[in-house]
């Protein structure tokens, strides 16, 4: 019970980055029930955006100037992906059959993938990202710079976009064109710059967490987005998918629900075997089988409509 406070604080860190990546899920299912499998990858670009960034500037550059400039960088990269991904391989499909975009989509996270590892010099090795190594001590819990980091911006993040939904028109051109897009375009709305739109947000997010994914743990490699972006669809599904909210608690859920059984199943008279780090994506999946279980729309109960 001792470390009980520093796990806590470990889930929640893990499940914040979990959320920013599944609201890119999210947002673009709750408009055009597409789930974007390929949105790890973007998570993965956004972060070798960012190490292009941090290799340009010159050596010793601040990271009070070198973090934002990272975020410019990595966001610039992963939202042309995802907005590049919408107009070229999802909608020519969009009246296909939904089997047509979803191998669309894996097949685009393969080729995202092998881009980054052919082209990028050393993809295929873990490369250093600079961190934010600082730790400081707030009673039993040790948390780094990068965590100070990571919890701010998901924070600014979703207070940012929680007013951007409600007041502004194109957020509120969001909800009518997830409600019924056929309606919301007979009013006017250009339902096709709101889908570019939440594309362009999702790409942002992710990009954000692969920074904060870089300066967590030092380095980044071609392979990161593929788990990454399966957990943070787990934690969209747990959230209820197509509820932004839902994502990050989602995410926040996943985070805590790991770590802790990471840590404490060992503890367990014949279990032992089936604690630690190794077995820590069982557990996640395991938690996700059984809320599909019992309550099959998520935590937050969103339901969009079937428009198939």
Not at 58 to 69: E, I, Q
Request: hydrophobic letters at 55%; charged letters at 10%; one cysteine or more.
């Amino acid at each position: 019970m001792n470390t009980l406070p520093q796990q806590l604080a470990n889930g929640l860190l893990l499940g914040s980055m979990y959320g920013l990546i599944a609201i890119g899920y999210t947002m673009v299912y709750g408009i055009v029930q597409l789930i974007n499998f390929a949105h790890g990858e973007i998570f993965m670009t956004g972060a070798f955006g960012a190490l292009t960034v941090s290799l340009i500037l010159p050596s010793g550059t601040p990271m009070w100037a070198l973090v934002p400039l990272m975020l410019i960088g990595g966001g610039i990269v992963a939202i042309l992906i995802a907005v590049g991904a919408e107009r070229f391989a999802y909608r020519p499909l969009r009246g296909a059959p939904r089997l047509a975009p979803l191998i669309t989509a894996i097949g685009l996270s393969l080729a995202l993938q092998e881009v980054v590892r052919n082209f990028y010099p050393q993809a295929d090795r873990a490369r250093p990202f600079p961190g934010l190594d600082t730790t400081h001590d707030l009673g039993s819990v040790t948390i780094k710079d990068a965590d100070i980091f990571l919890i701010i911006a998901a924070a600014v993040c979703m207070a940012a976009l929680a007013v951007f939904v409600r007041r502004s028109r194109t957020g509120r051109a969001m909800q009518a064109t997830a409600q019924d897009p056929d309606t919301a375009q007979l009013m006017g709305i250009d339902t096709n710059r709101i889908i570019v739109v939440a594309f362009a947000i999702g790409g942002f997010f992710a990009a954000v967490a692969a920074v904060a994914y870089g300066l967590k743990y030092g380095s980044i490699e071609y392979r990161m987005g593929f788990l990454m972006g399966l957990k943070a669809f787990t934690a969209a599904v747990l959230g209820g998918i197509g509820n932004i909210y839902g994502a990050m608690l989602g995410g926040v859920v996943l985070g805590i629900a790991e770590t802790l059984a990471s840590a404490y199943i060992t503890n367990i008279p014949g279990m032992q075997q089936l604690g630690g780090s190794s077995w820590a994506n069982v557990w996640a999946f395991c938690l996700l089988i059984l809320v599909l279980l019992l309550r099959p729309q998520g935590l937050l109960g969103e339901r969009v409509a079937d428009r198939a």
